[in-house]
């Protein structure tokens, strides 16, 4: 059985996948890895098709054409949403995109493992299989911040929080696969610090024009908790002119509103599990998605739980391809008899 | 680390993995439709709850013992199957959260309750449940609420009811009625009327609240009871608006309940319901409040003749919400949850009736 898992492994191309709503990632069997942010634009008319000469654009393309485009977020809230025969569409050509990133060879069977958000609802998930499914011989989802979690073999006593646009999910690892009450995941997360900024900038600023993609910029390239040296200046028109503008409190404020509900959650569920063992999961947190990038959070947290006892917090090395990267180990680690079951 | 100190960690952590892959698979076929089951939680956990639970259980019942819960309270708050031991009865048919030998009751006391006509004894001693009346709140020429974007409170509410009806239909064994079925007026007395002649077991009505200038949204769910707070009055007032029972009529309803304990059912329903949509809904809105389970005196939960609760599920005051509701995946979701709490309350959750997952 062994020599023919080998051997299958051999011939066969793994594959993980971390479908986000800010971006996607994957990572294959041949080291291989990817990201793509999760926009799916197909040209509004037949001019637009011509002036762009794809039938659909993706990523940084599909954002930097948006005007000429029916453009799509598909995994907004993190979730595939219903009522429009268009998400789903988009999903599977992202799906199809990032592998076709991988260059599989043809005709190798392709096993993929997809991280979808810890509390994607059961018709979620099917949703998403059915959407991968079209390109792949088999495909299982597990949730974002298990995924990050086999990634880091921190399978005990831990607690993984994925910090992405949509959502911040919240897992706690106690050596078994996480059950529905073990992870919880909240919407304060980057694309409300990105609204929370917006506002902000909008009250300070009411004569300065900028939209929204131009304030998830400013926050991606300045966000931070707490102090830092220096202050924050970015250029915004005003009146058409390019102007200085400091917005170092807004960036703060912005950035530290998720925290309050960050720390209510840790909290909630540390308090839920069995109490010989919440010491060791709150010096055991993990910080990961592009969320767990803002400079400071870890030692703001760390200094808010403190007073509920001793806390840890650490973040991931790698957040564009943690989860991508567990996900691609957990593939490789599925025997192949547990593939068949699936495809049976 | 030592050598074996290493290796030990190693094989332990192989192990771990091993049952993670294992359950994985099972998650993904459950997921495929290709297992029927749904994959056990964490056993360590589980057993954790189940002690904590008894414990409650067992401190609930000893404050029980020692106090006076007044007057619509002549037994504790927990399911009374849990209570009810009487001589010659069979076991009961619902797992027991205490051991029989643990339960001490005063049979004299059932003896008022017991000889009522018109009450559905079955669902009261928690033997067996067949008829559930799902009430969408409103309808036809009265809206209920509305919310800024101008979501209306009887199309939700209809929704929402659908769906549950929709979800508790998979499970063998119940019929699930719904008092309307389309955008329709009708009246709480033919509310009533409807599930008292459909031999109802319990009674579930459905509303959206309006709590206007609050950044908040609030979960809460009633169970007739007299009540002080105002604020509940208050919704009780405007719920019951357009009843055409008069006065004597509401004398002689409310001397039907003073020797019985359907309320008591209904409160163990409410709460199970209202916890269920709070912890769920909660997940994803932290704005929204915990109103609990509260007494009010409604119409509709007064004149039907089996436990019956009435509950808020939300706001459409709150744009957030309302924007939500608009959703299919979250009217679906509520649905869901309150399917949750009403199974809960039945004690079937565990047990693999349900005929399509």
Known sequence: ?344 | MNRENYLLAGWTMQRIKNRMLKDILEENLYINGKAKKKPQANRHRARFFKGVALFVALILFSVYKNSDFGDFRTLPALPLAQYMTLPSAQPPKVPLLLKNEEIVANYDEYQPFLSQRGIPLRSLFGLKVRTIVIDPGHGGEDPGTSGQSGTREKDITLDIAKRLLQRLSHYDGYHILLTRSEDETLSLESRIAFANSQNADLYISIHVNNIPNKPYSIIETYYFGPNSDRSALLLAEKENSGTQYTVSDFKVMVQKISNTLKYQEAKVLARSIQKSLFDNIHRSNDNILDYGVKKAPFIVLLGVDMPSILTEVTCLSDREEEKKLNSEVYREDIARYMEEGIIQYLHIKNNPIKSEV
């Open chain 1, 1 to 344: 059985m062994q020599q023919q898992d080998a051997q299958a492994q051999k011939n066969s191309l793994f594959v993980g996948i971390d479908l986000g709503t800010s971006s996607s990632a994957i990572v294959d069997s041949n080291r291989k890895k990817y990201w793509v942010e999760s926009y799916v634009g197909w040209p509004k008319d037949f001019i637009a098709a011509k002036v762009l000469g794809k039938p659909v654009l993706f990523g940084s393309d599909a954002l930097k054409n948006r005007l000429s485009l029916d453009i799509f977020r598909p995994l907004e809230h993190g979730v595939l949403k219903e009522g429009s025969s268009k998400e789903g569409e988009s999903v599977r050509e992202l799906i199809r995109y990032l592998i076709s990133l991988v260059k599989p060879e043809k005709d190798a069977p392709i096993y993929a493992v997809v991280g979808v958000p810890a509390e994607s609802f059961k018709v979620n998930k099917k949703a998403i299989i059915k959407a991968v499914s079209d390109y792949v011989t088999a495909v299982i989802v597990v949730s974002e911040p298990f995924a990050v979690a086999y990634a880091m073999d921190l399978l005990n006593n831990a607690m993984i929080i994925d910090i992405g646009a949509g959502t911040v999910d919240f897992c706690i690892m106690h050596g078994t696969l996480p059950a529905e009450e073990d992870q919880r995941t909240i919407l304060t997360a980057g694309d409300y610090i990105d609204n929370q900024l917006f506002k902000l900038l909008s009250e300070k600023f009411p004569a300065s024009t900028f939209n929204l993609n131009m304030v998830r910029q400013f926050k991606e390239q300045n966000s931070f908790v707490g102090n830092i040296k220096g202050p924050i200046k970015v250029e915004i028109p005003v009146t058409g002119k390019l102007t200085e503008h400091d917005i170092t409190i807004e960036i703060k404020r912005a950035c530290e509103s998720i925290i309050a509900p960050m720390v209510e959650t840790i909290n909630e569920m540390i308090a839920k599990f069995d109490p010989e063992y919440q010491s060791q999961i709150r010096s055991n947190i993990v910080l990961a998605g592009g969320g767990s990038q803002i400079r400071g959070l870890g030692e703001a947290l760390k200094s808010v739980l403190k007073d509920f006892g001793s806390t840890q917090v650490k973040k991931v090395d790698d957040p564009m391809f943690a989860g991508a990267a567990g996900a691609m180990k957990l593939a490789q680690e599925m025997p192949k008899h547990y593939w068949d079951k699936l495809n049976a």
